[in-house]
């Protein structure tokens, strides 16, 4: 679909008020987030609408950033829709096989977080069990049902990067989570789904399949997988998901997560109080967020 903006971030400006707008870049590669991680600064026009999907204007009002935030509030998202074991490699690291169907749970809208928002861990979520997730996020532009295929990325505004933040004792010990893996709960704890620096149109980005994706803990690189590795691309998702099912405006698909989970390694180095995540997505930017044990 088309916006009126090609990329669209959440700030706060000078003036204490927090605006929508259009960064100015130099290049697609421009990564909005690196550039704040920097100290760089960091301008953009002022986009002005009730919906950023369909009635947004992109201004000549020009404004400094002084803190950026994610892209999308939490009122913006009606749901977030996941899809588990669906990067190849990932499968692989887990010794599970691959699925015949993509493998589908939820995030409630108030897992959104914000670039940079501290990610606040619970304590039951804490020991040895706090786990970071890379993900290619896909925002859906207009609602739709029953999607075919070849029409599905027609229903696509945009595309961010997201961190599925994850609690494995709860996701996979027999002791809490039962016979099977209980995605629900361990992954659905207020602000466990931060979205960032940026959404980027999918008239800049046409197709999502071809894009570097790499996550880093503390400087760590810990994925690193374009996403040519995925199971289940973009528009099989979508037209999955959309099956007998209303696909709300606003909604937010993360794509899966590719191999390099501290689940995955021999010895897990799970995340700990403060450490920062960072996932990089080629001409989307980088999302960073510390962990927040409270």
């Known amino acids: 679909m088309t916006t009126a903006w090609k990329r669209l971030i959440r700030f706060v400006a000078n003036d204490g008020k927090i605006y929508r707008g259009e960064p100015i870049v130099s290049d697609a590669e421009y990564d909005v987030g690196r550039q704040i991680l920097e100290g760089k600064t ?160 999918s008239q800049v980005i046409p197709n999502p399949g071809t894009l570097q994706l790499v996550t880093r803990v503390n400087g760590e690189v810990r994925q690193n997988t374009n996403t040519d590795d995925l199971l289940f691309n973009v528009p099989k998702i979508i037209a999955f998901i959309s099956q007998s099912t209303t696909l709300e405006q606003g909604t937010v698909i993360m794509t899966g997560t590719p191999s390099g989970v501290a689940m995955g390694m021999k010895v897990p180095k799970y995340l700990k109080h403060d450490d920062e995540v960072e996932v990089e997505i080629e001409q989307i930017g980088t999302l960073s967020n510390k962990m927040n044990f409270v």
């Open 42 to 201: 960091v301008k953009a026009k002022v986009i002005k609408g009730d919906n950023i999907f369909e009635d947004a204007v992109v201004t000549d009002e020009v404004l400094e950033v002084k803190k950026l935030l994610g892209p999308l509030t939490e009122d913006d998202v009606p749901i977030i829709k996941c899809v588990g074991l669906n990067y190849m490699k990932h499968i692989q690291e887990g010794g599970r096989t691959p699925p015949p169907f993509p493998s589908i749970f939820y995030k409630p809208r108030f897992c959104v977080a914000d670039f940079g928002e501290p990610v606040p861990i619970p304590t039951i979520a804490q020991e040895n069990q706090c786990d970071y997730e890379g993900e290619l996020c896909v925002v859906i532009g207009k609602t739709g049902k029953d999607i075919k295929e070849e029409d599905a990325l027609s229903y696509v505004a945009g595309y961010v990067s997201g961190n599925d933040v994850s609690a494995r004792t709860w996701q996979r010990d027999p002791k809490y989570a039962g016979g099977v893996p209980q995605w629900g709960f361990s992954k659905s704890f207020d602000k466990y789904a931060p979205l960032g620096p940026q959404l980027v149109s």
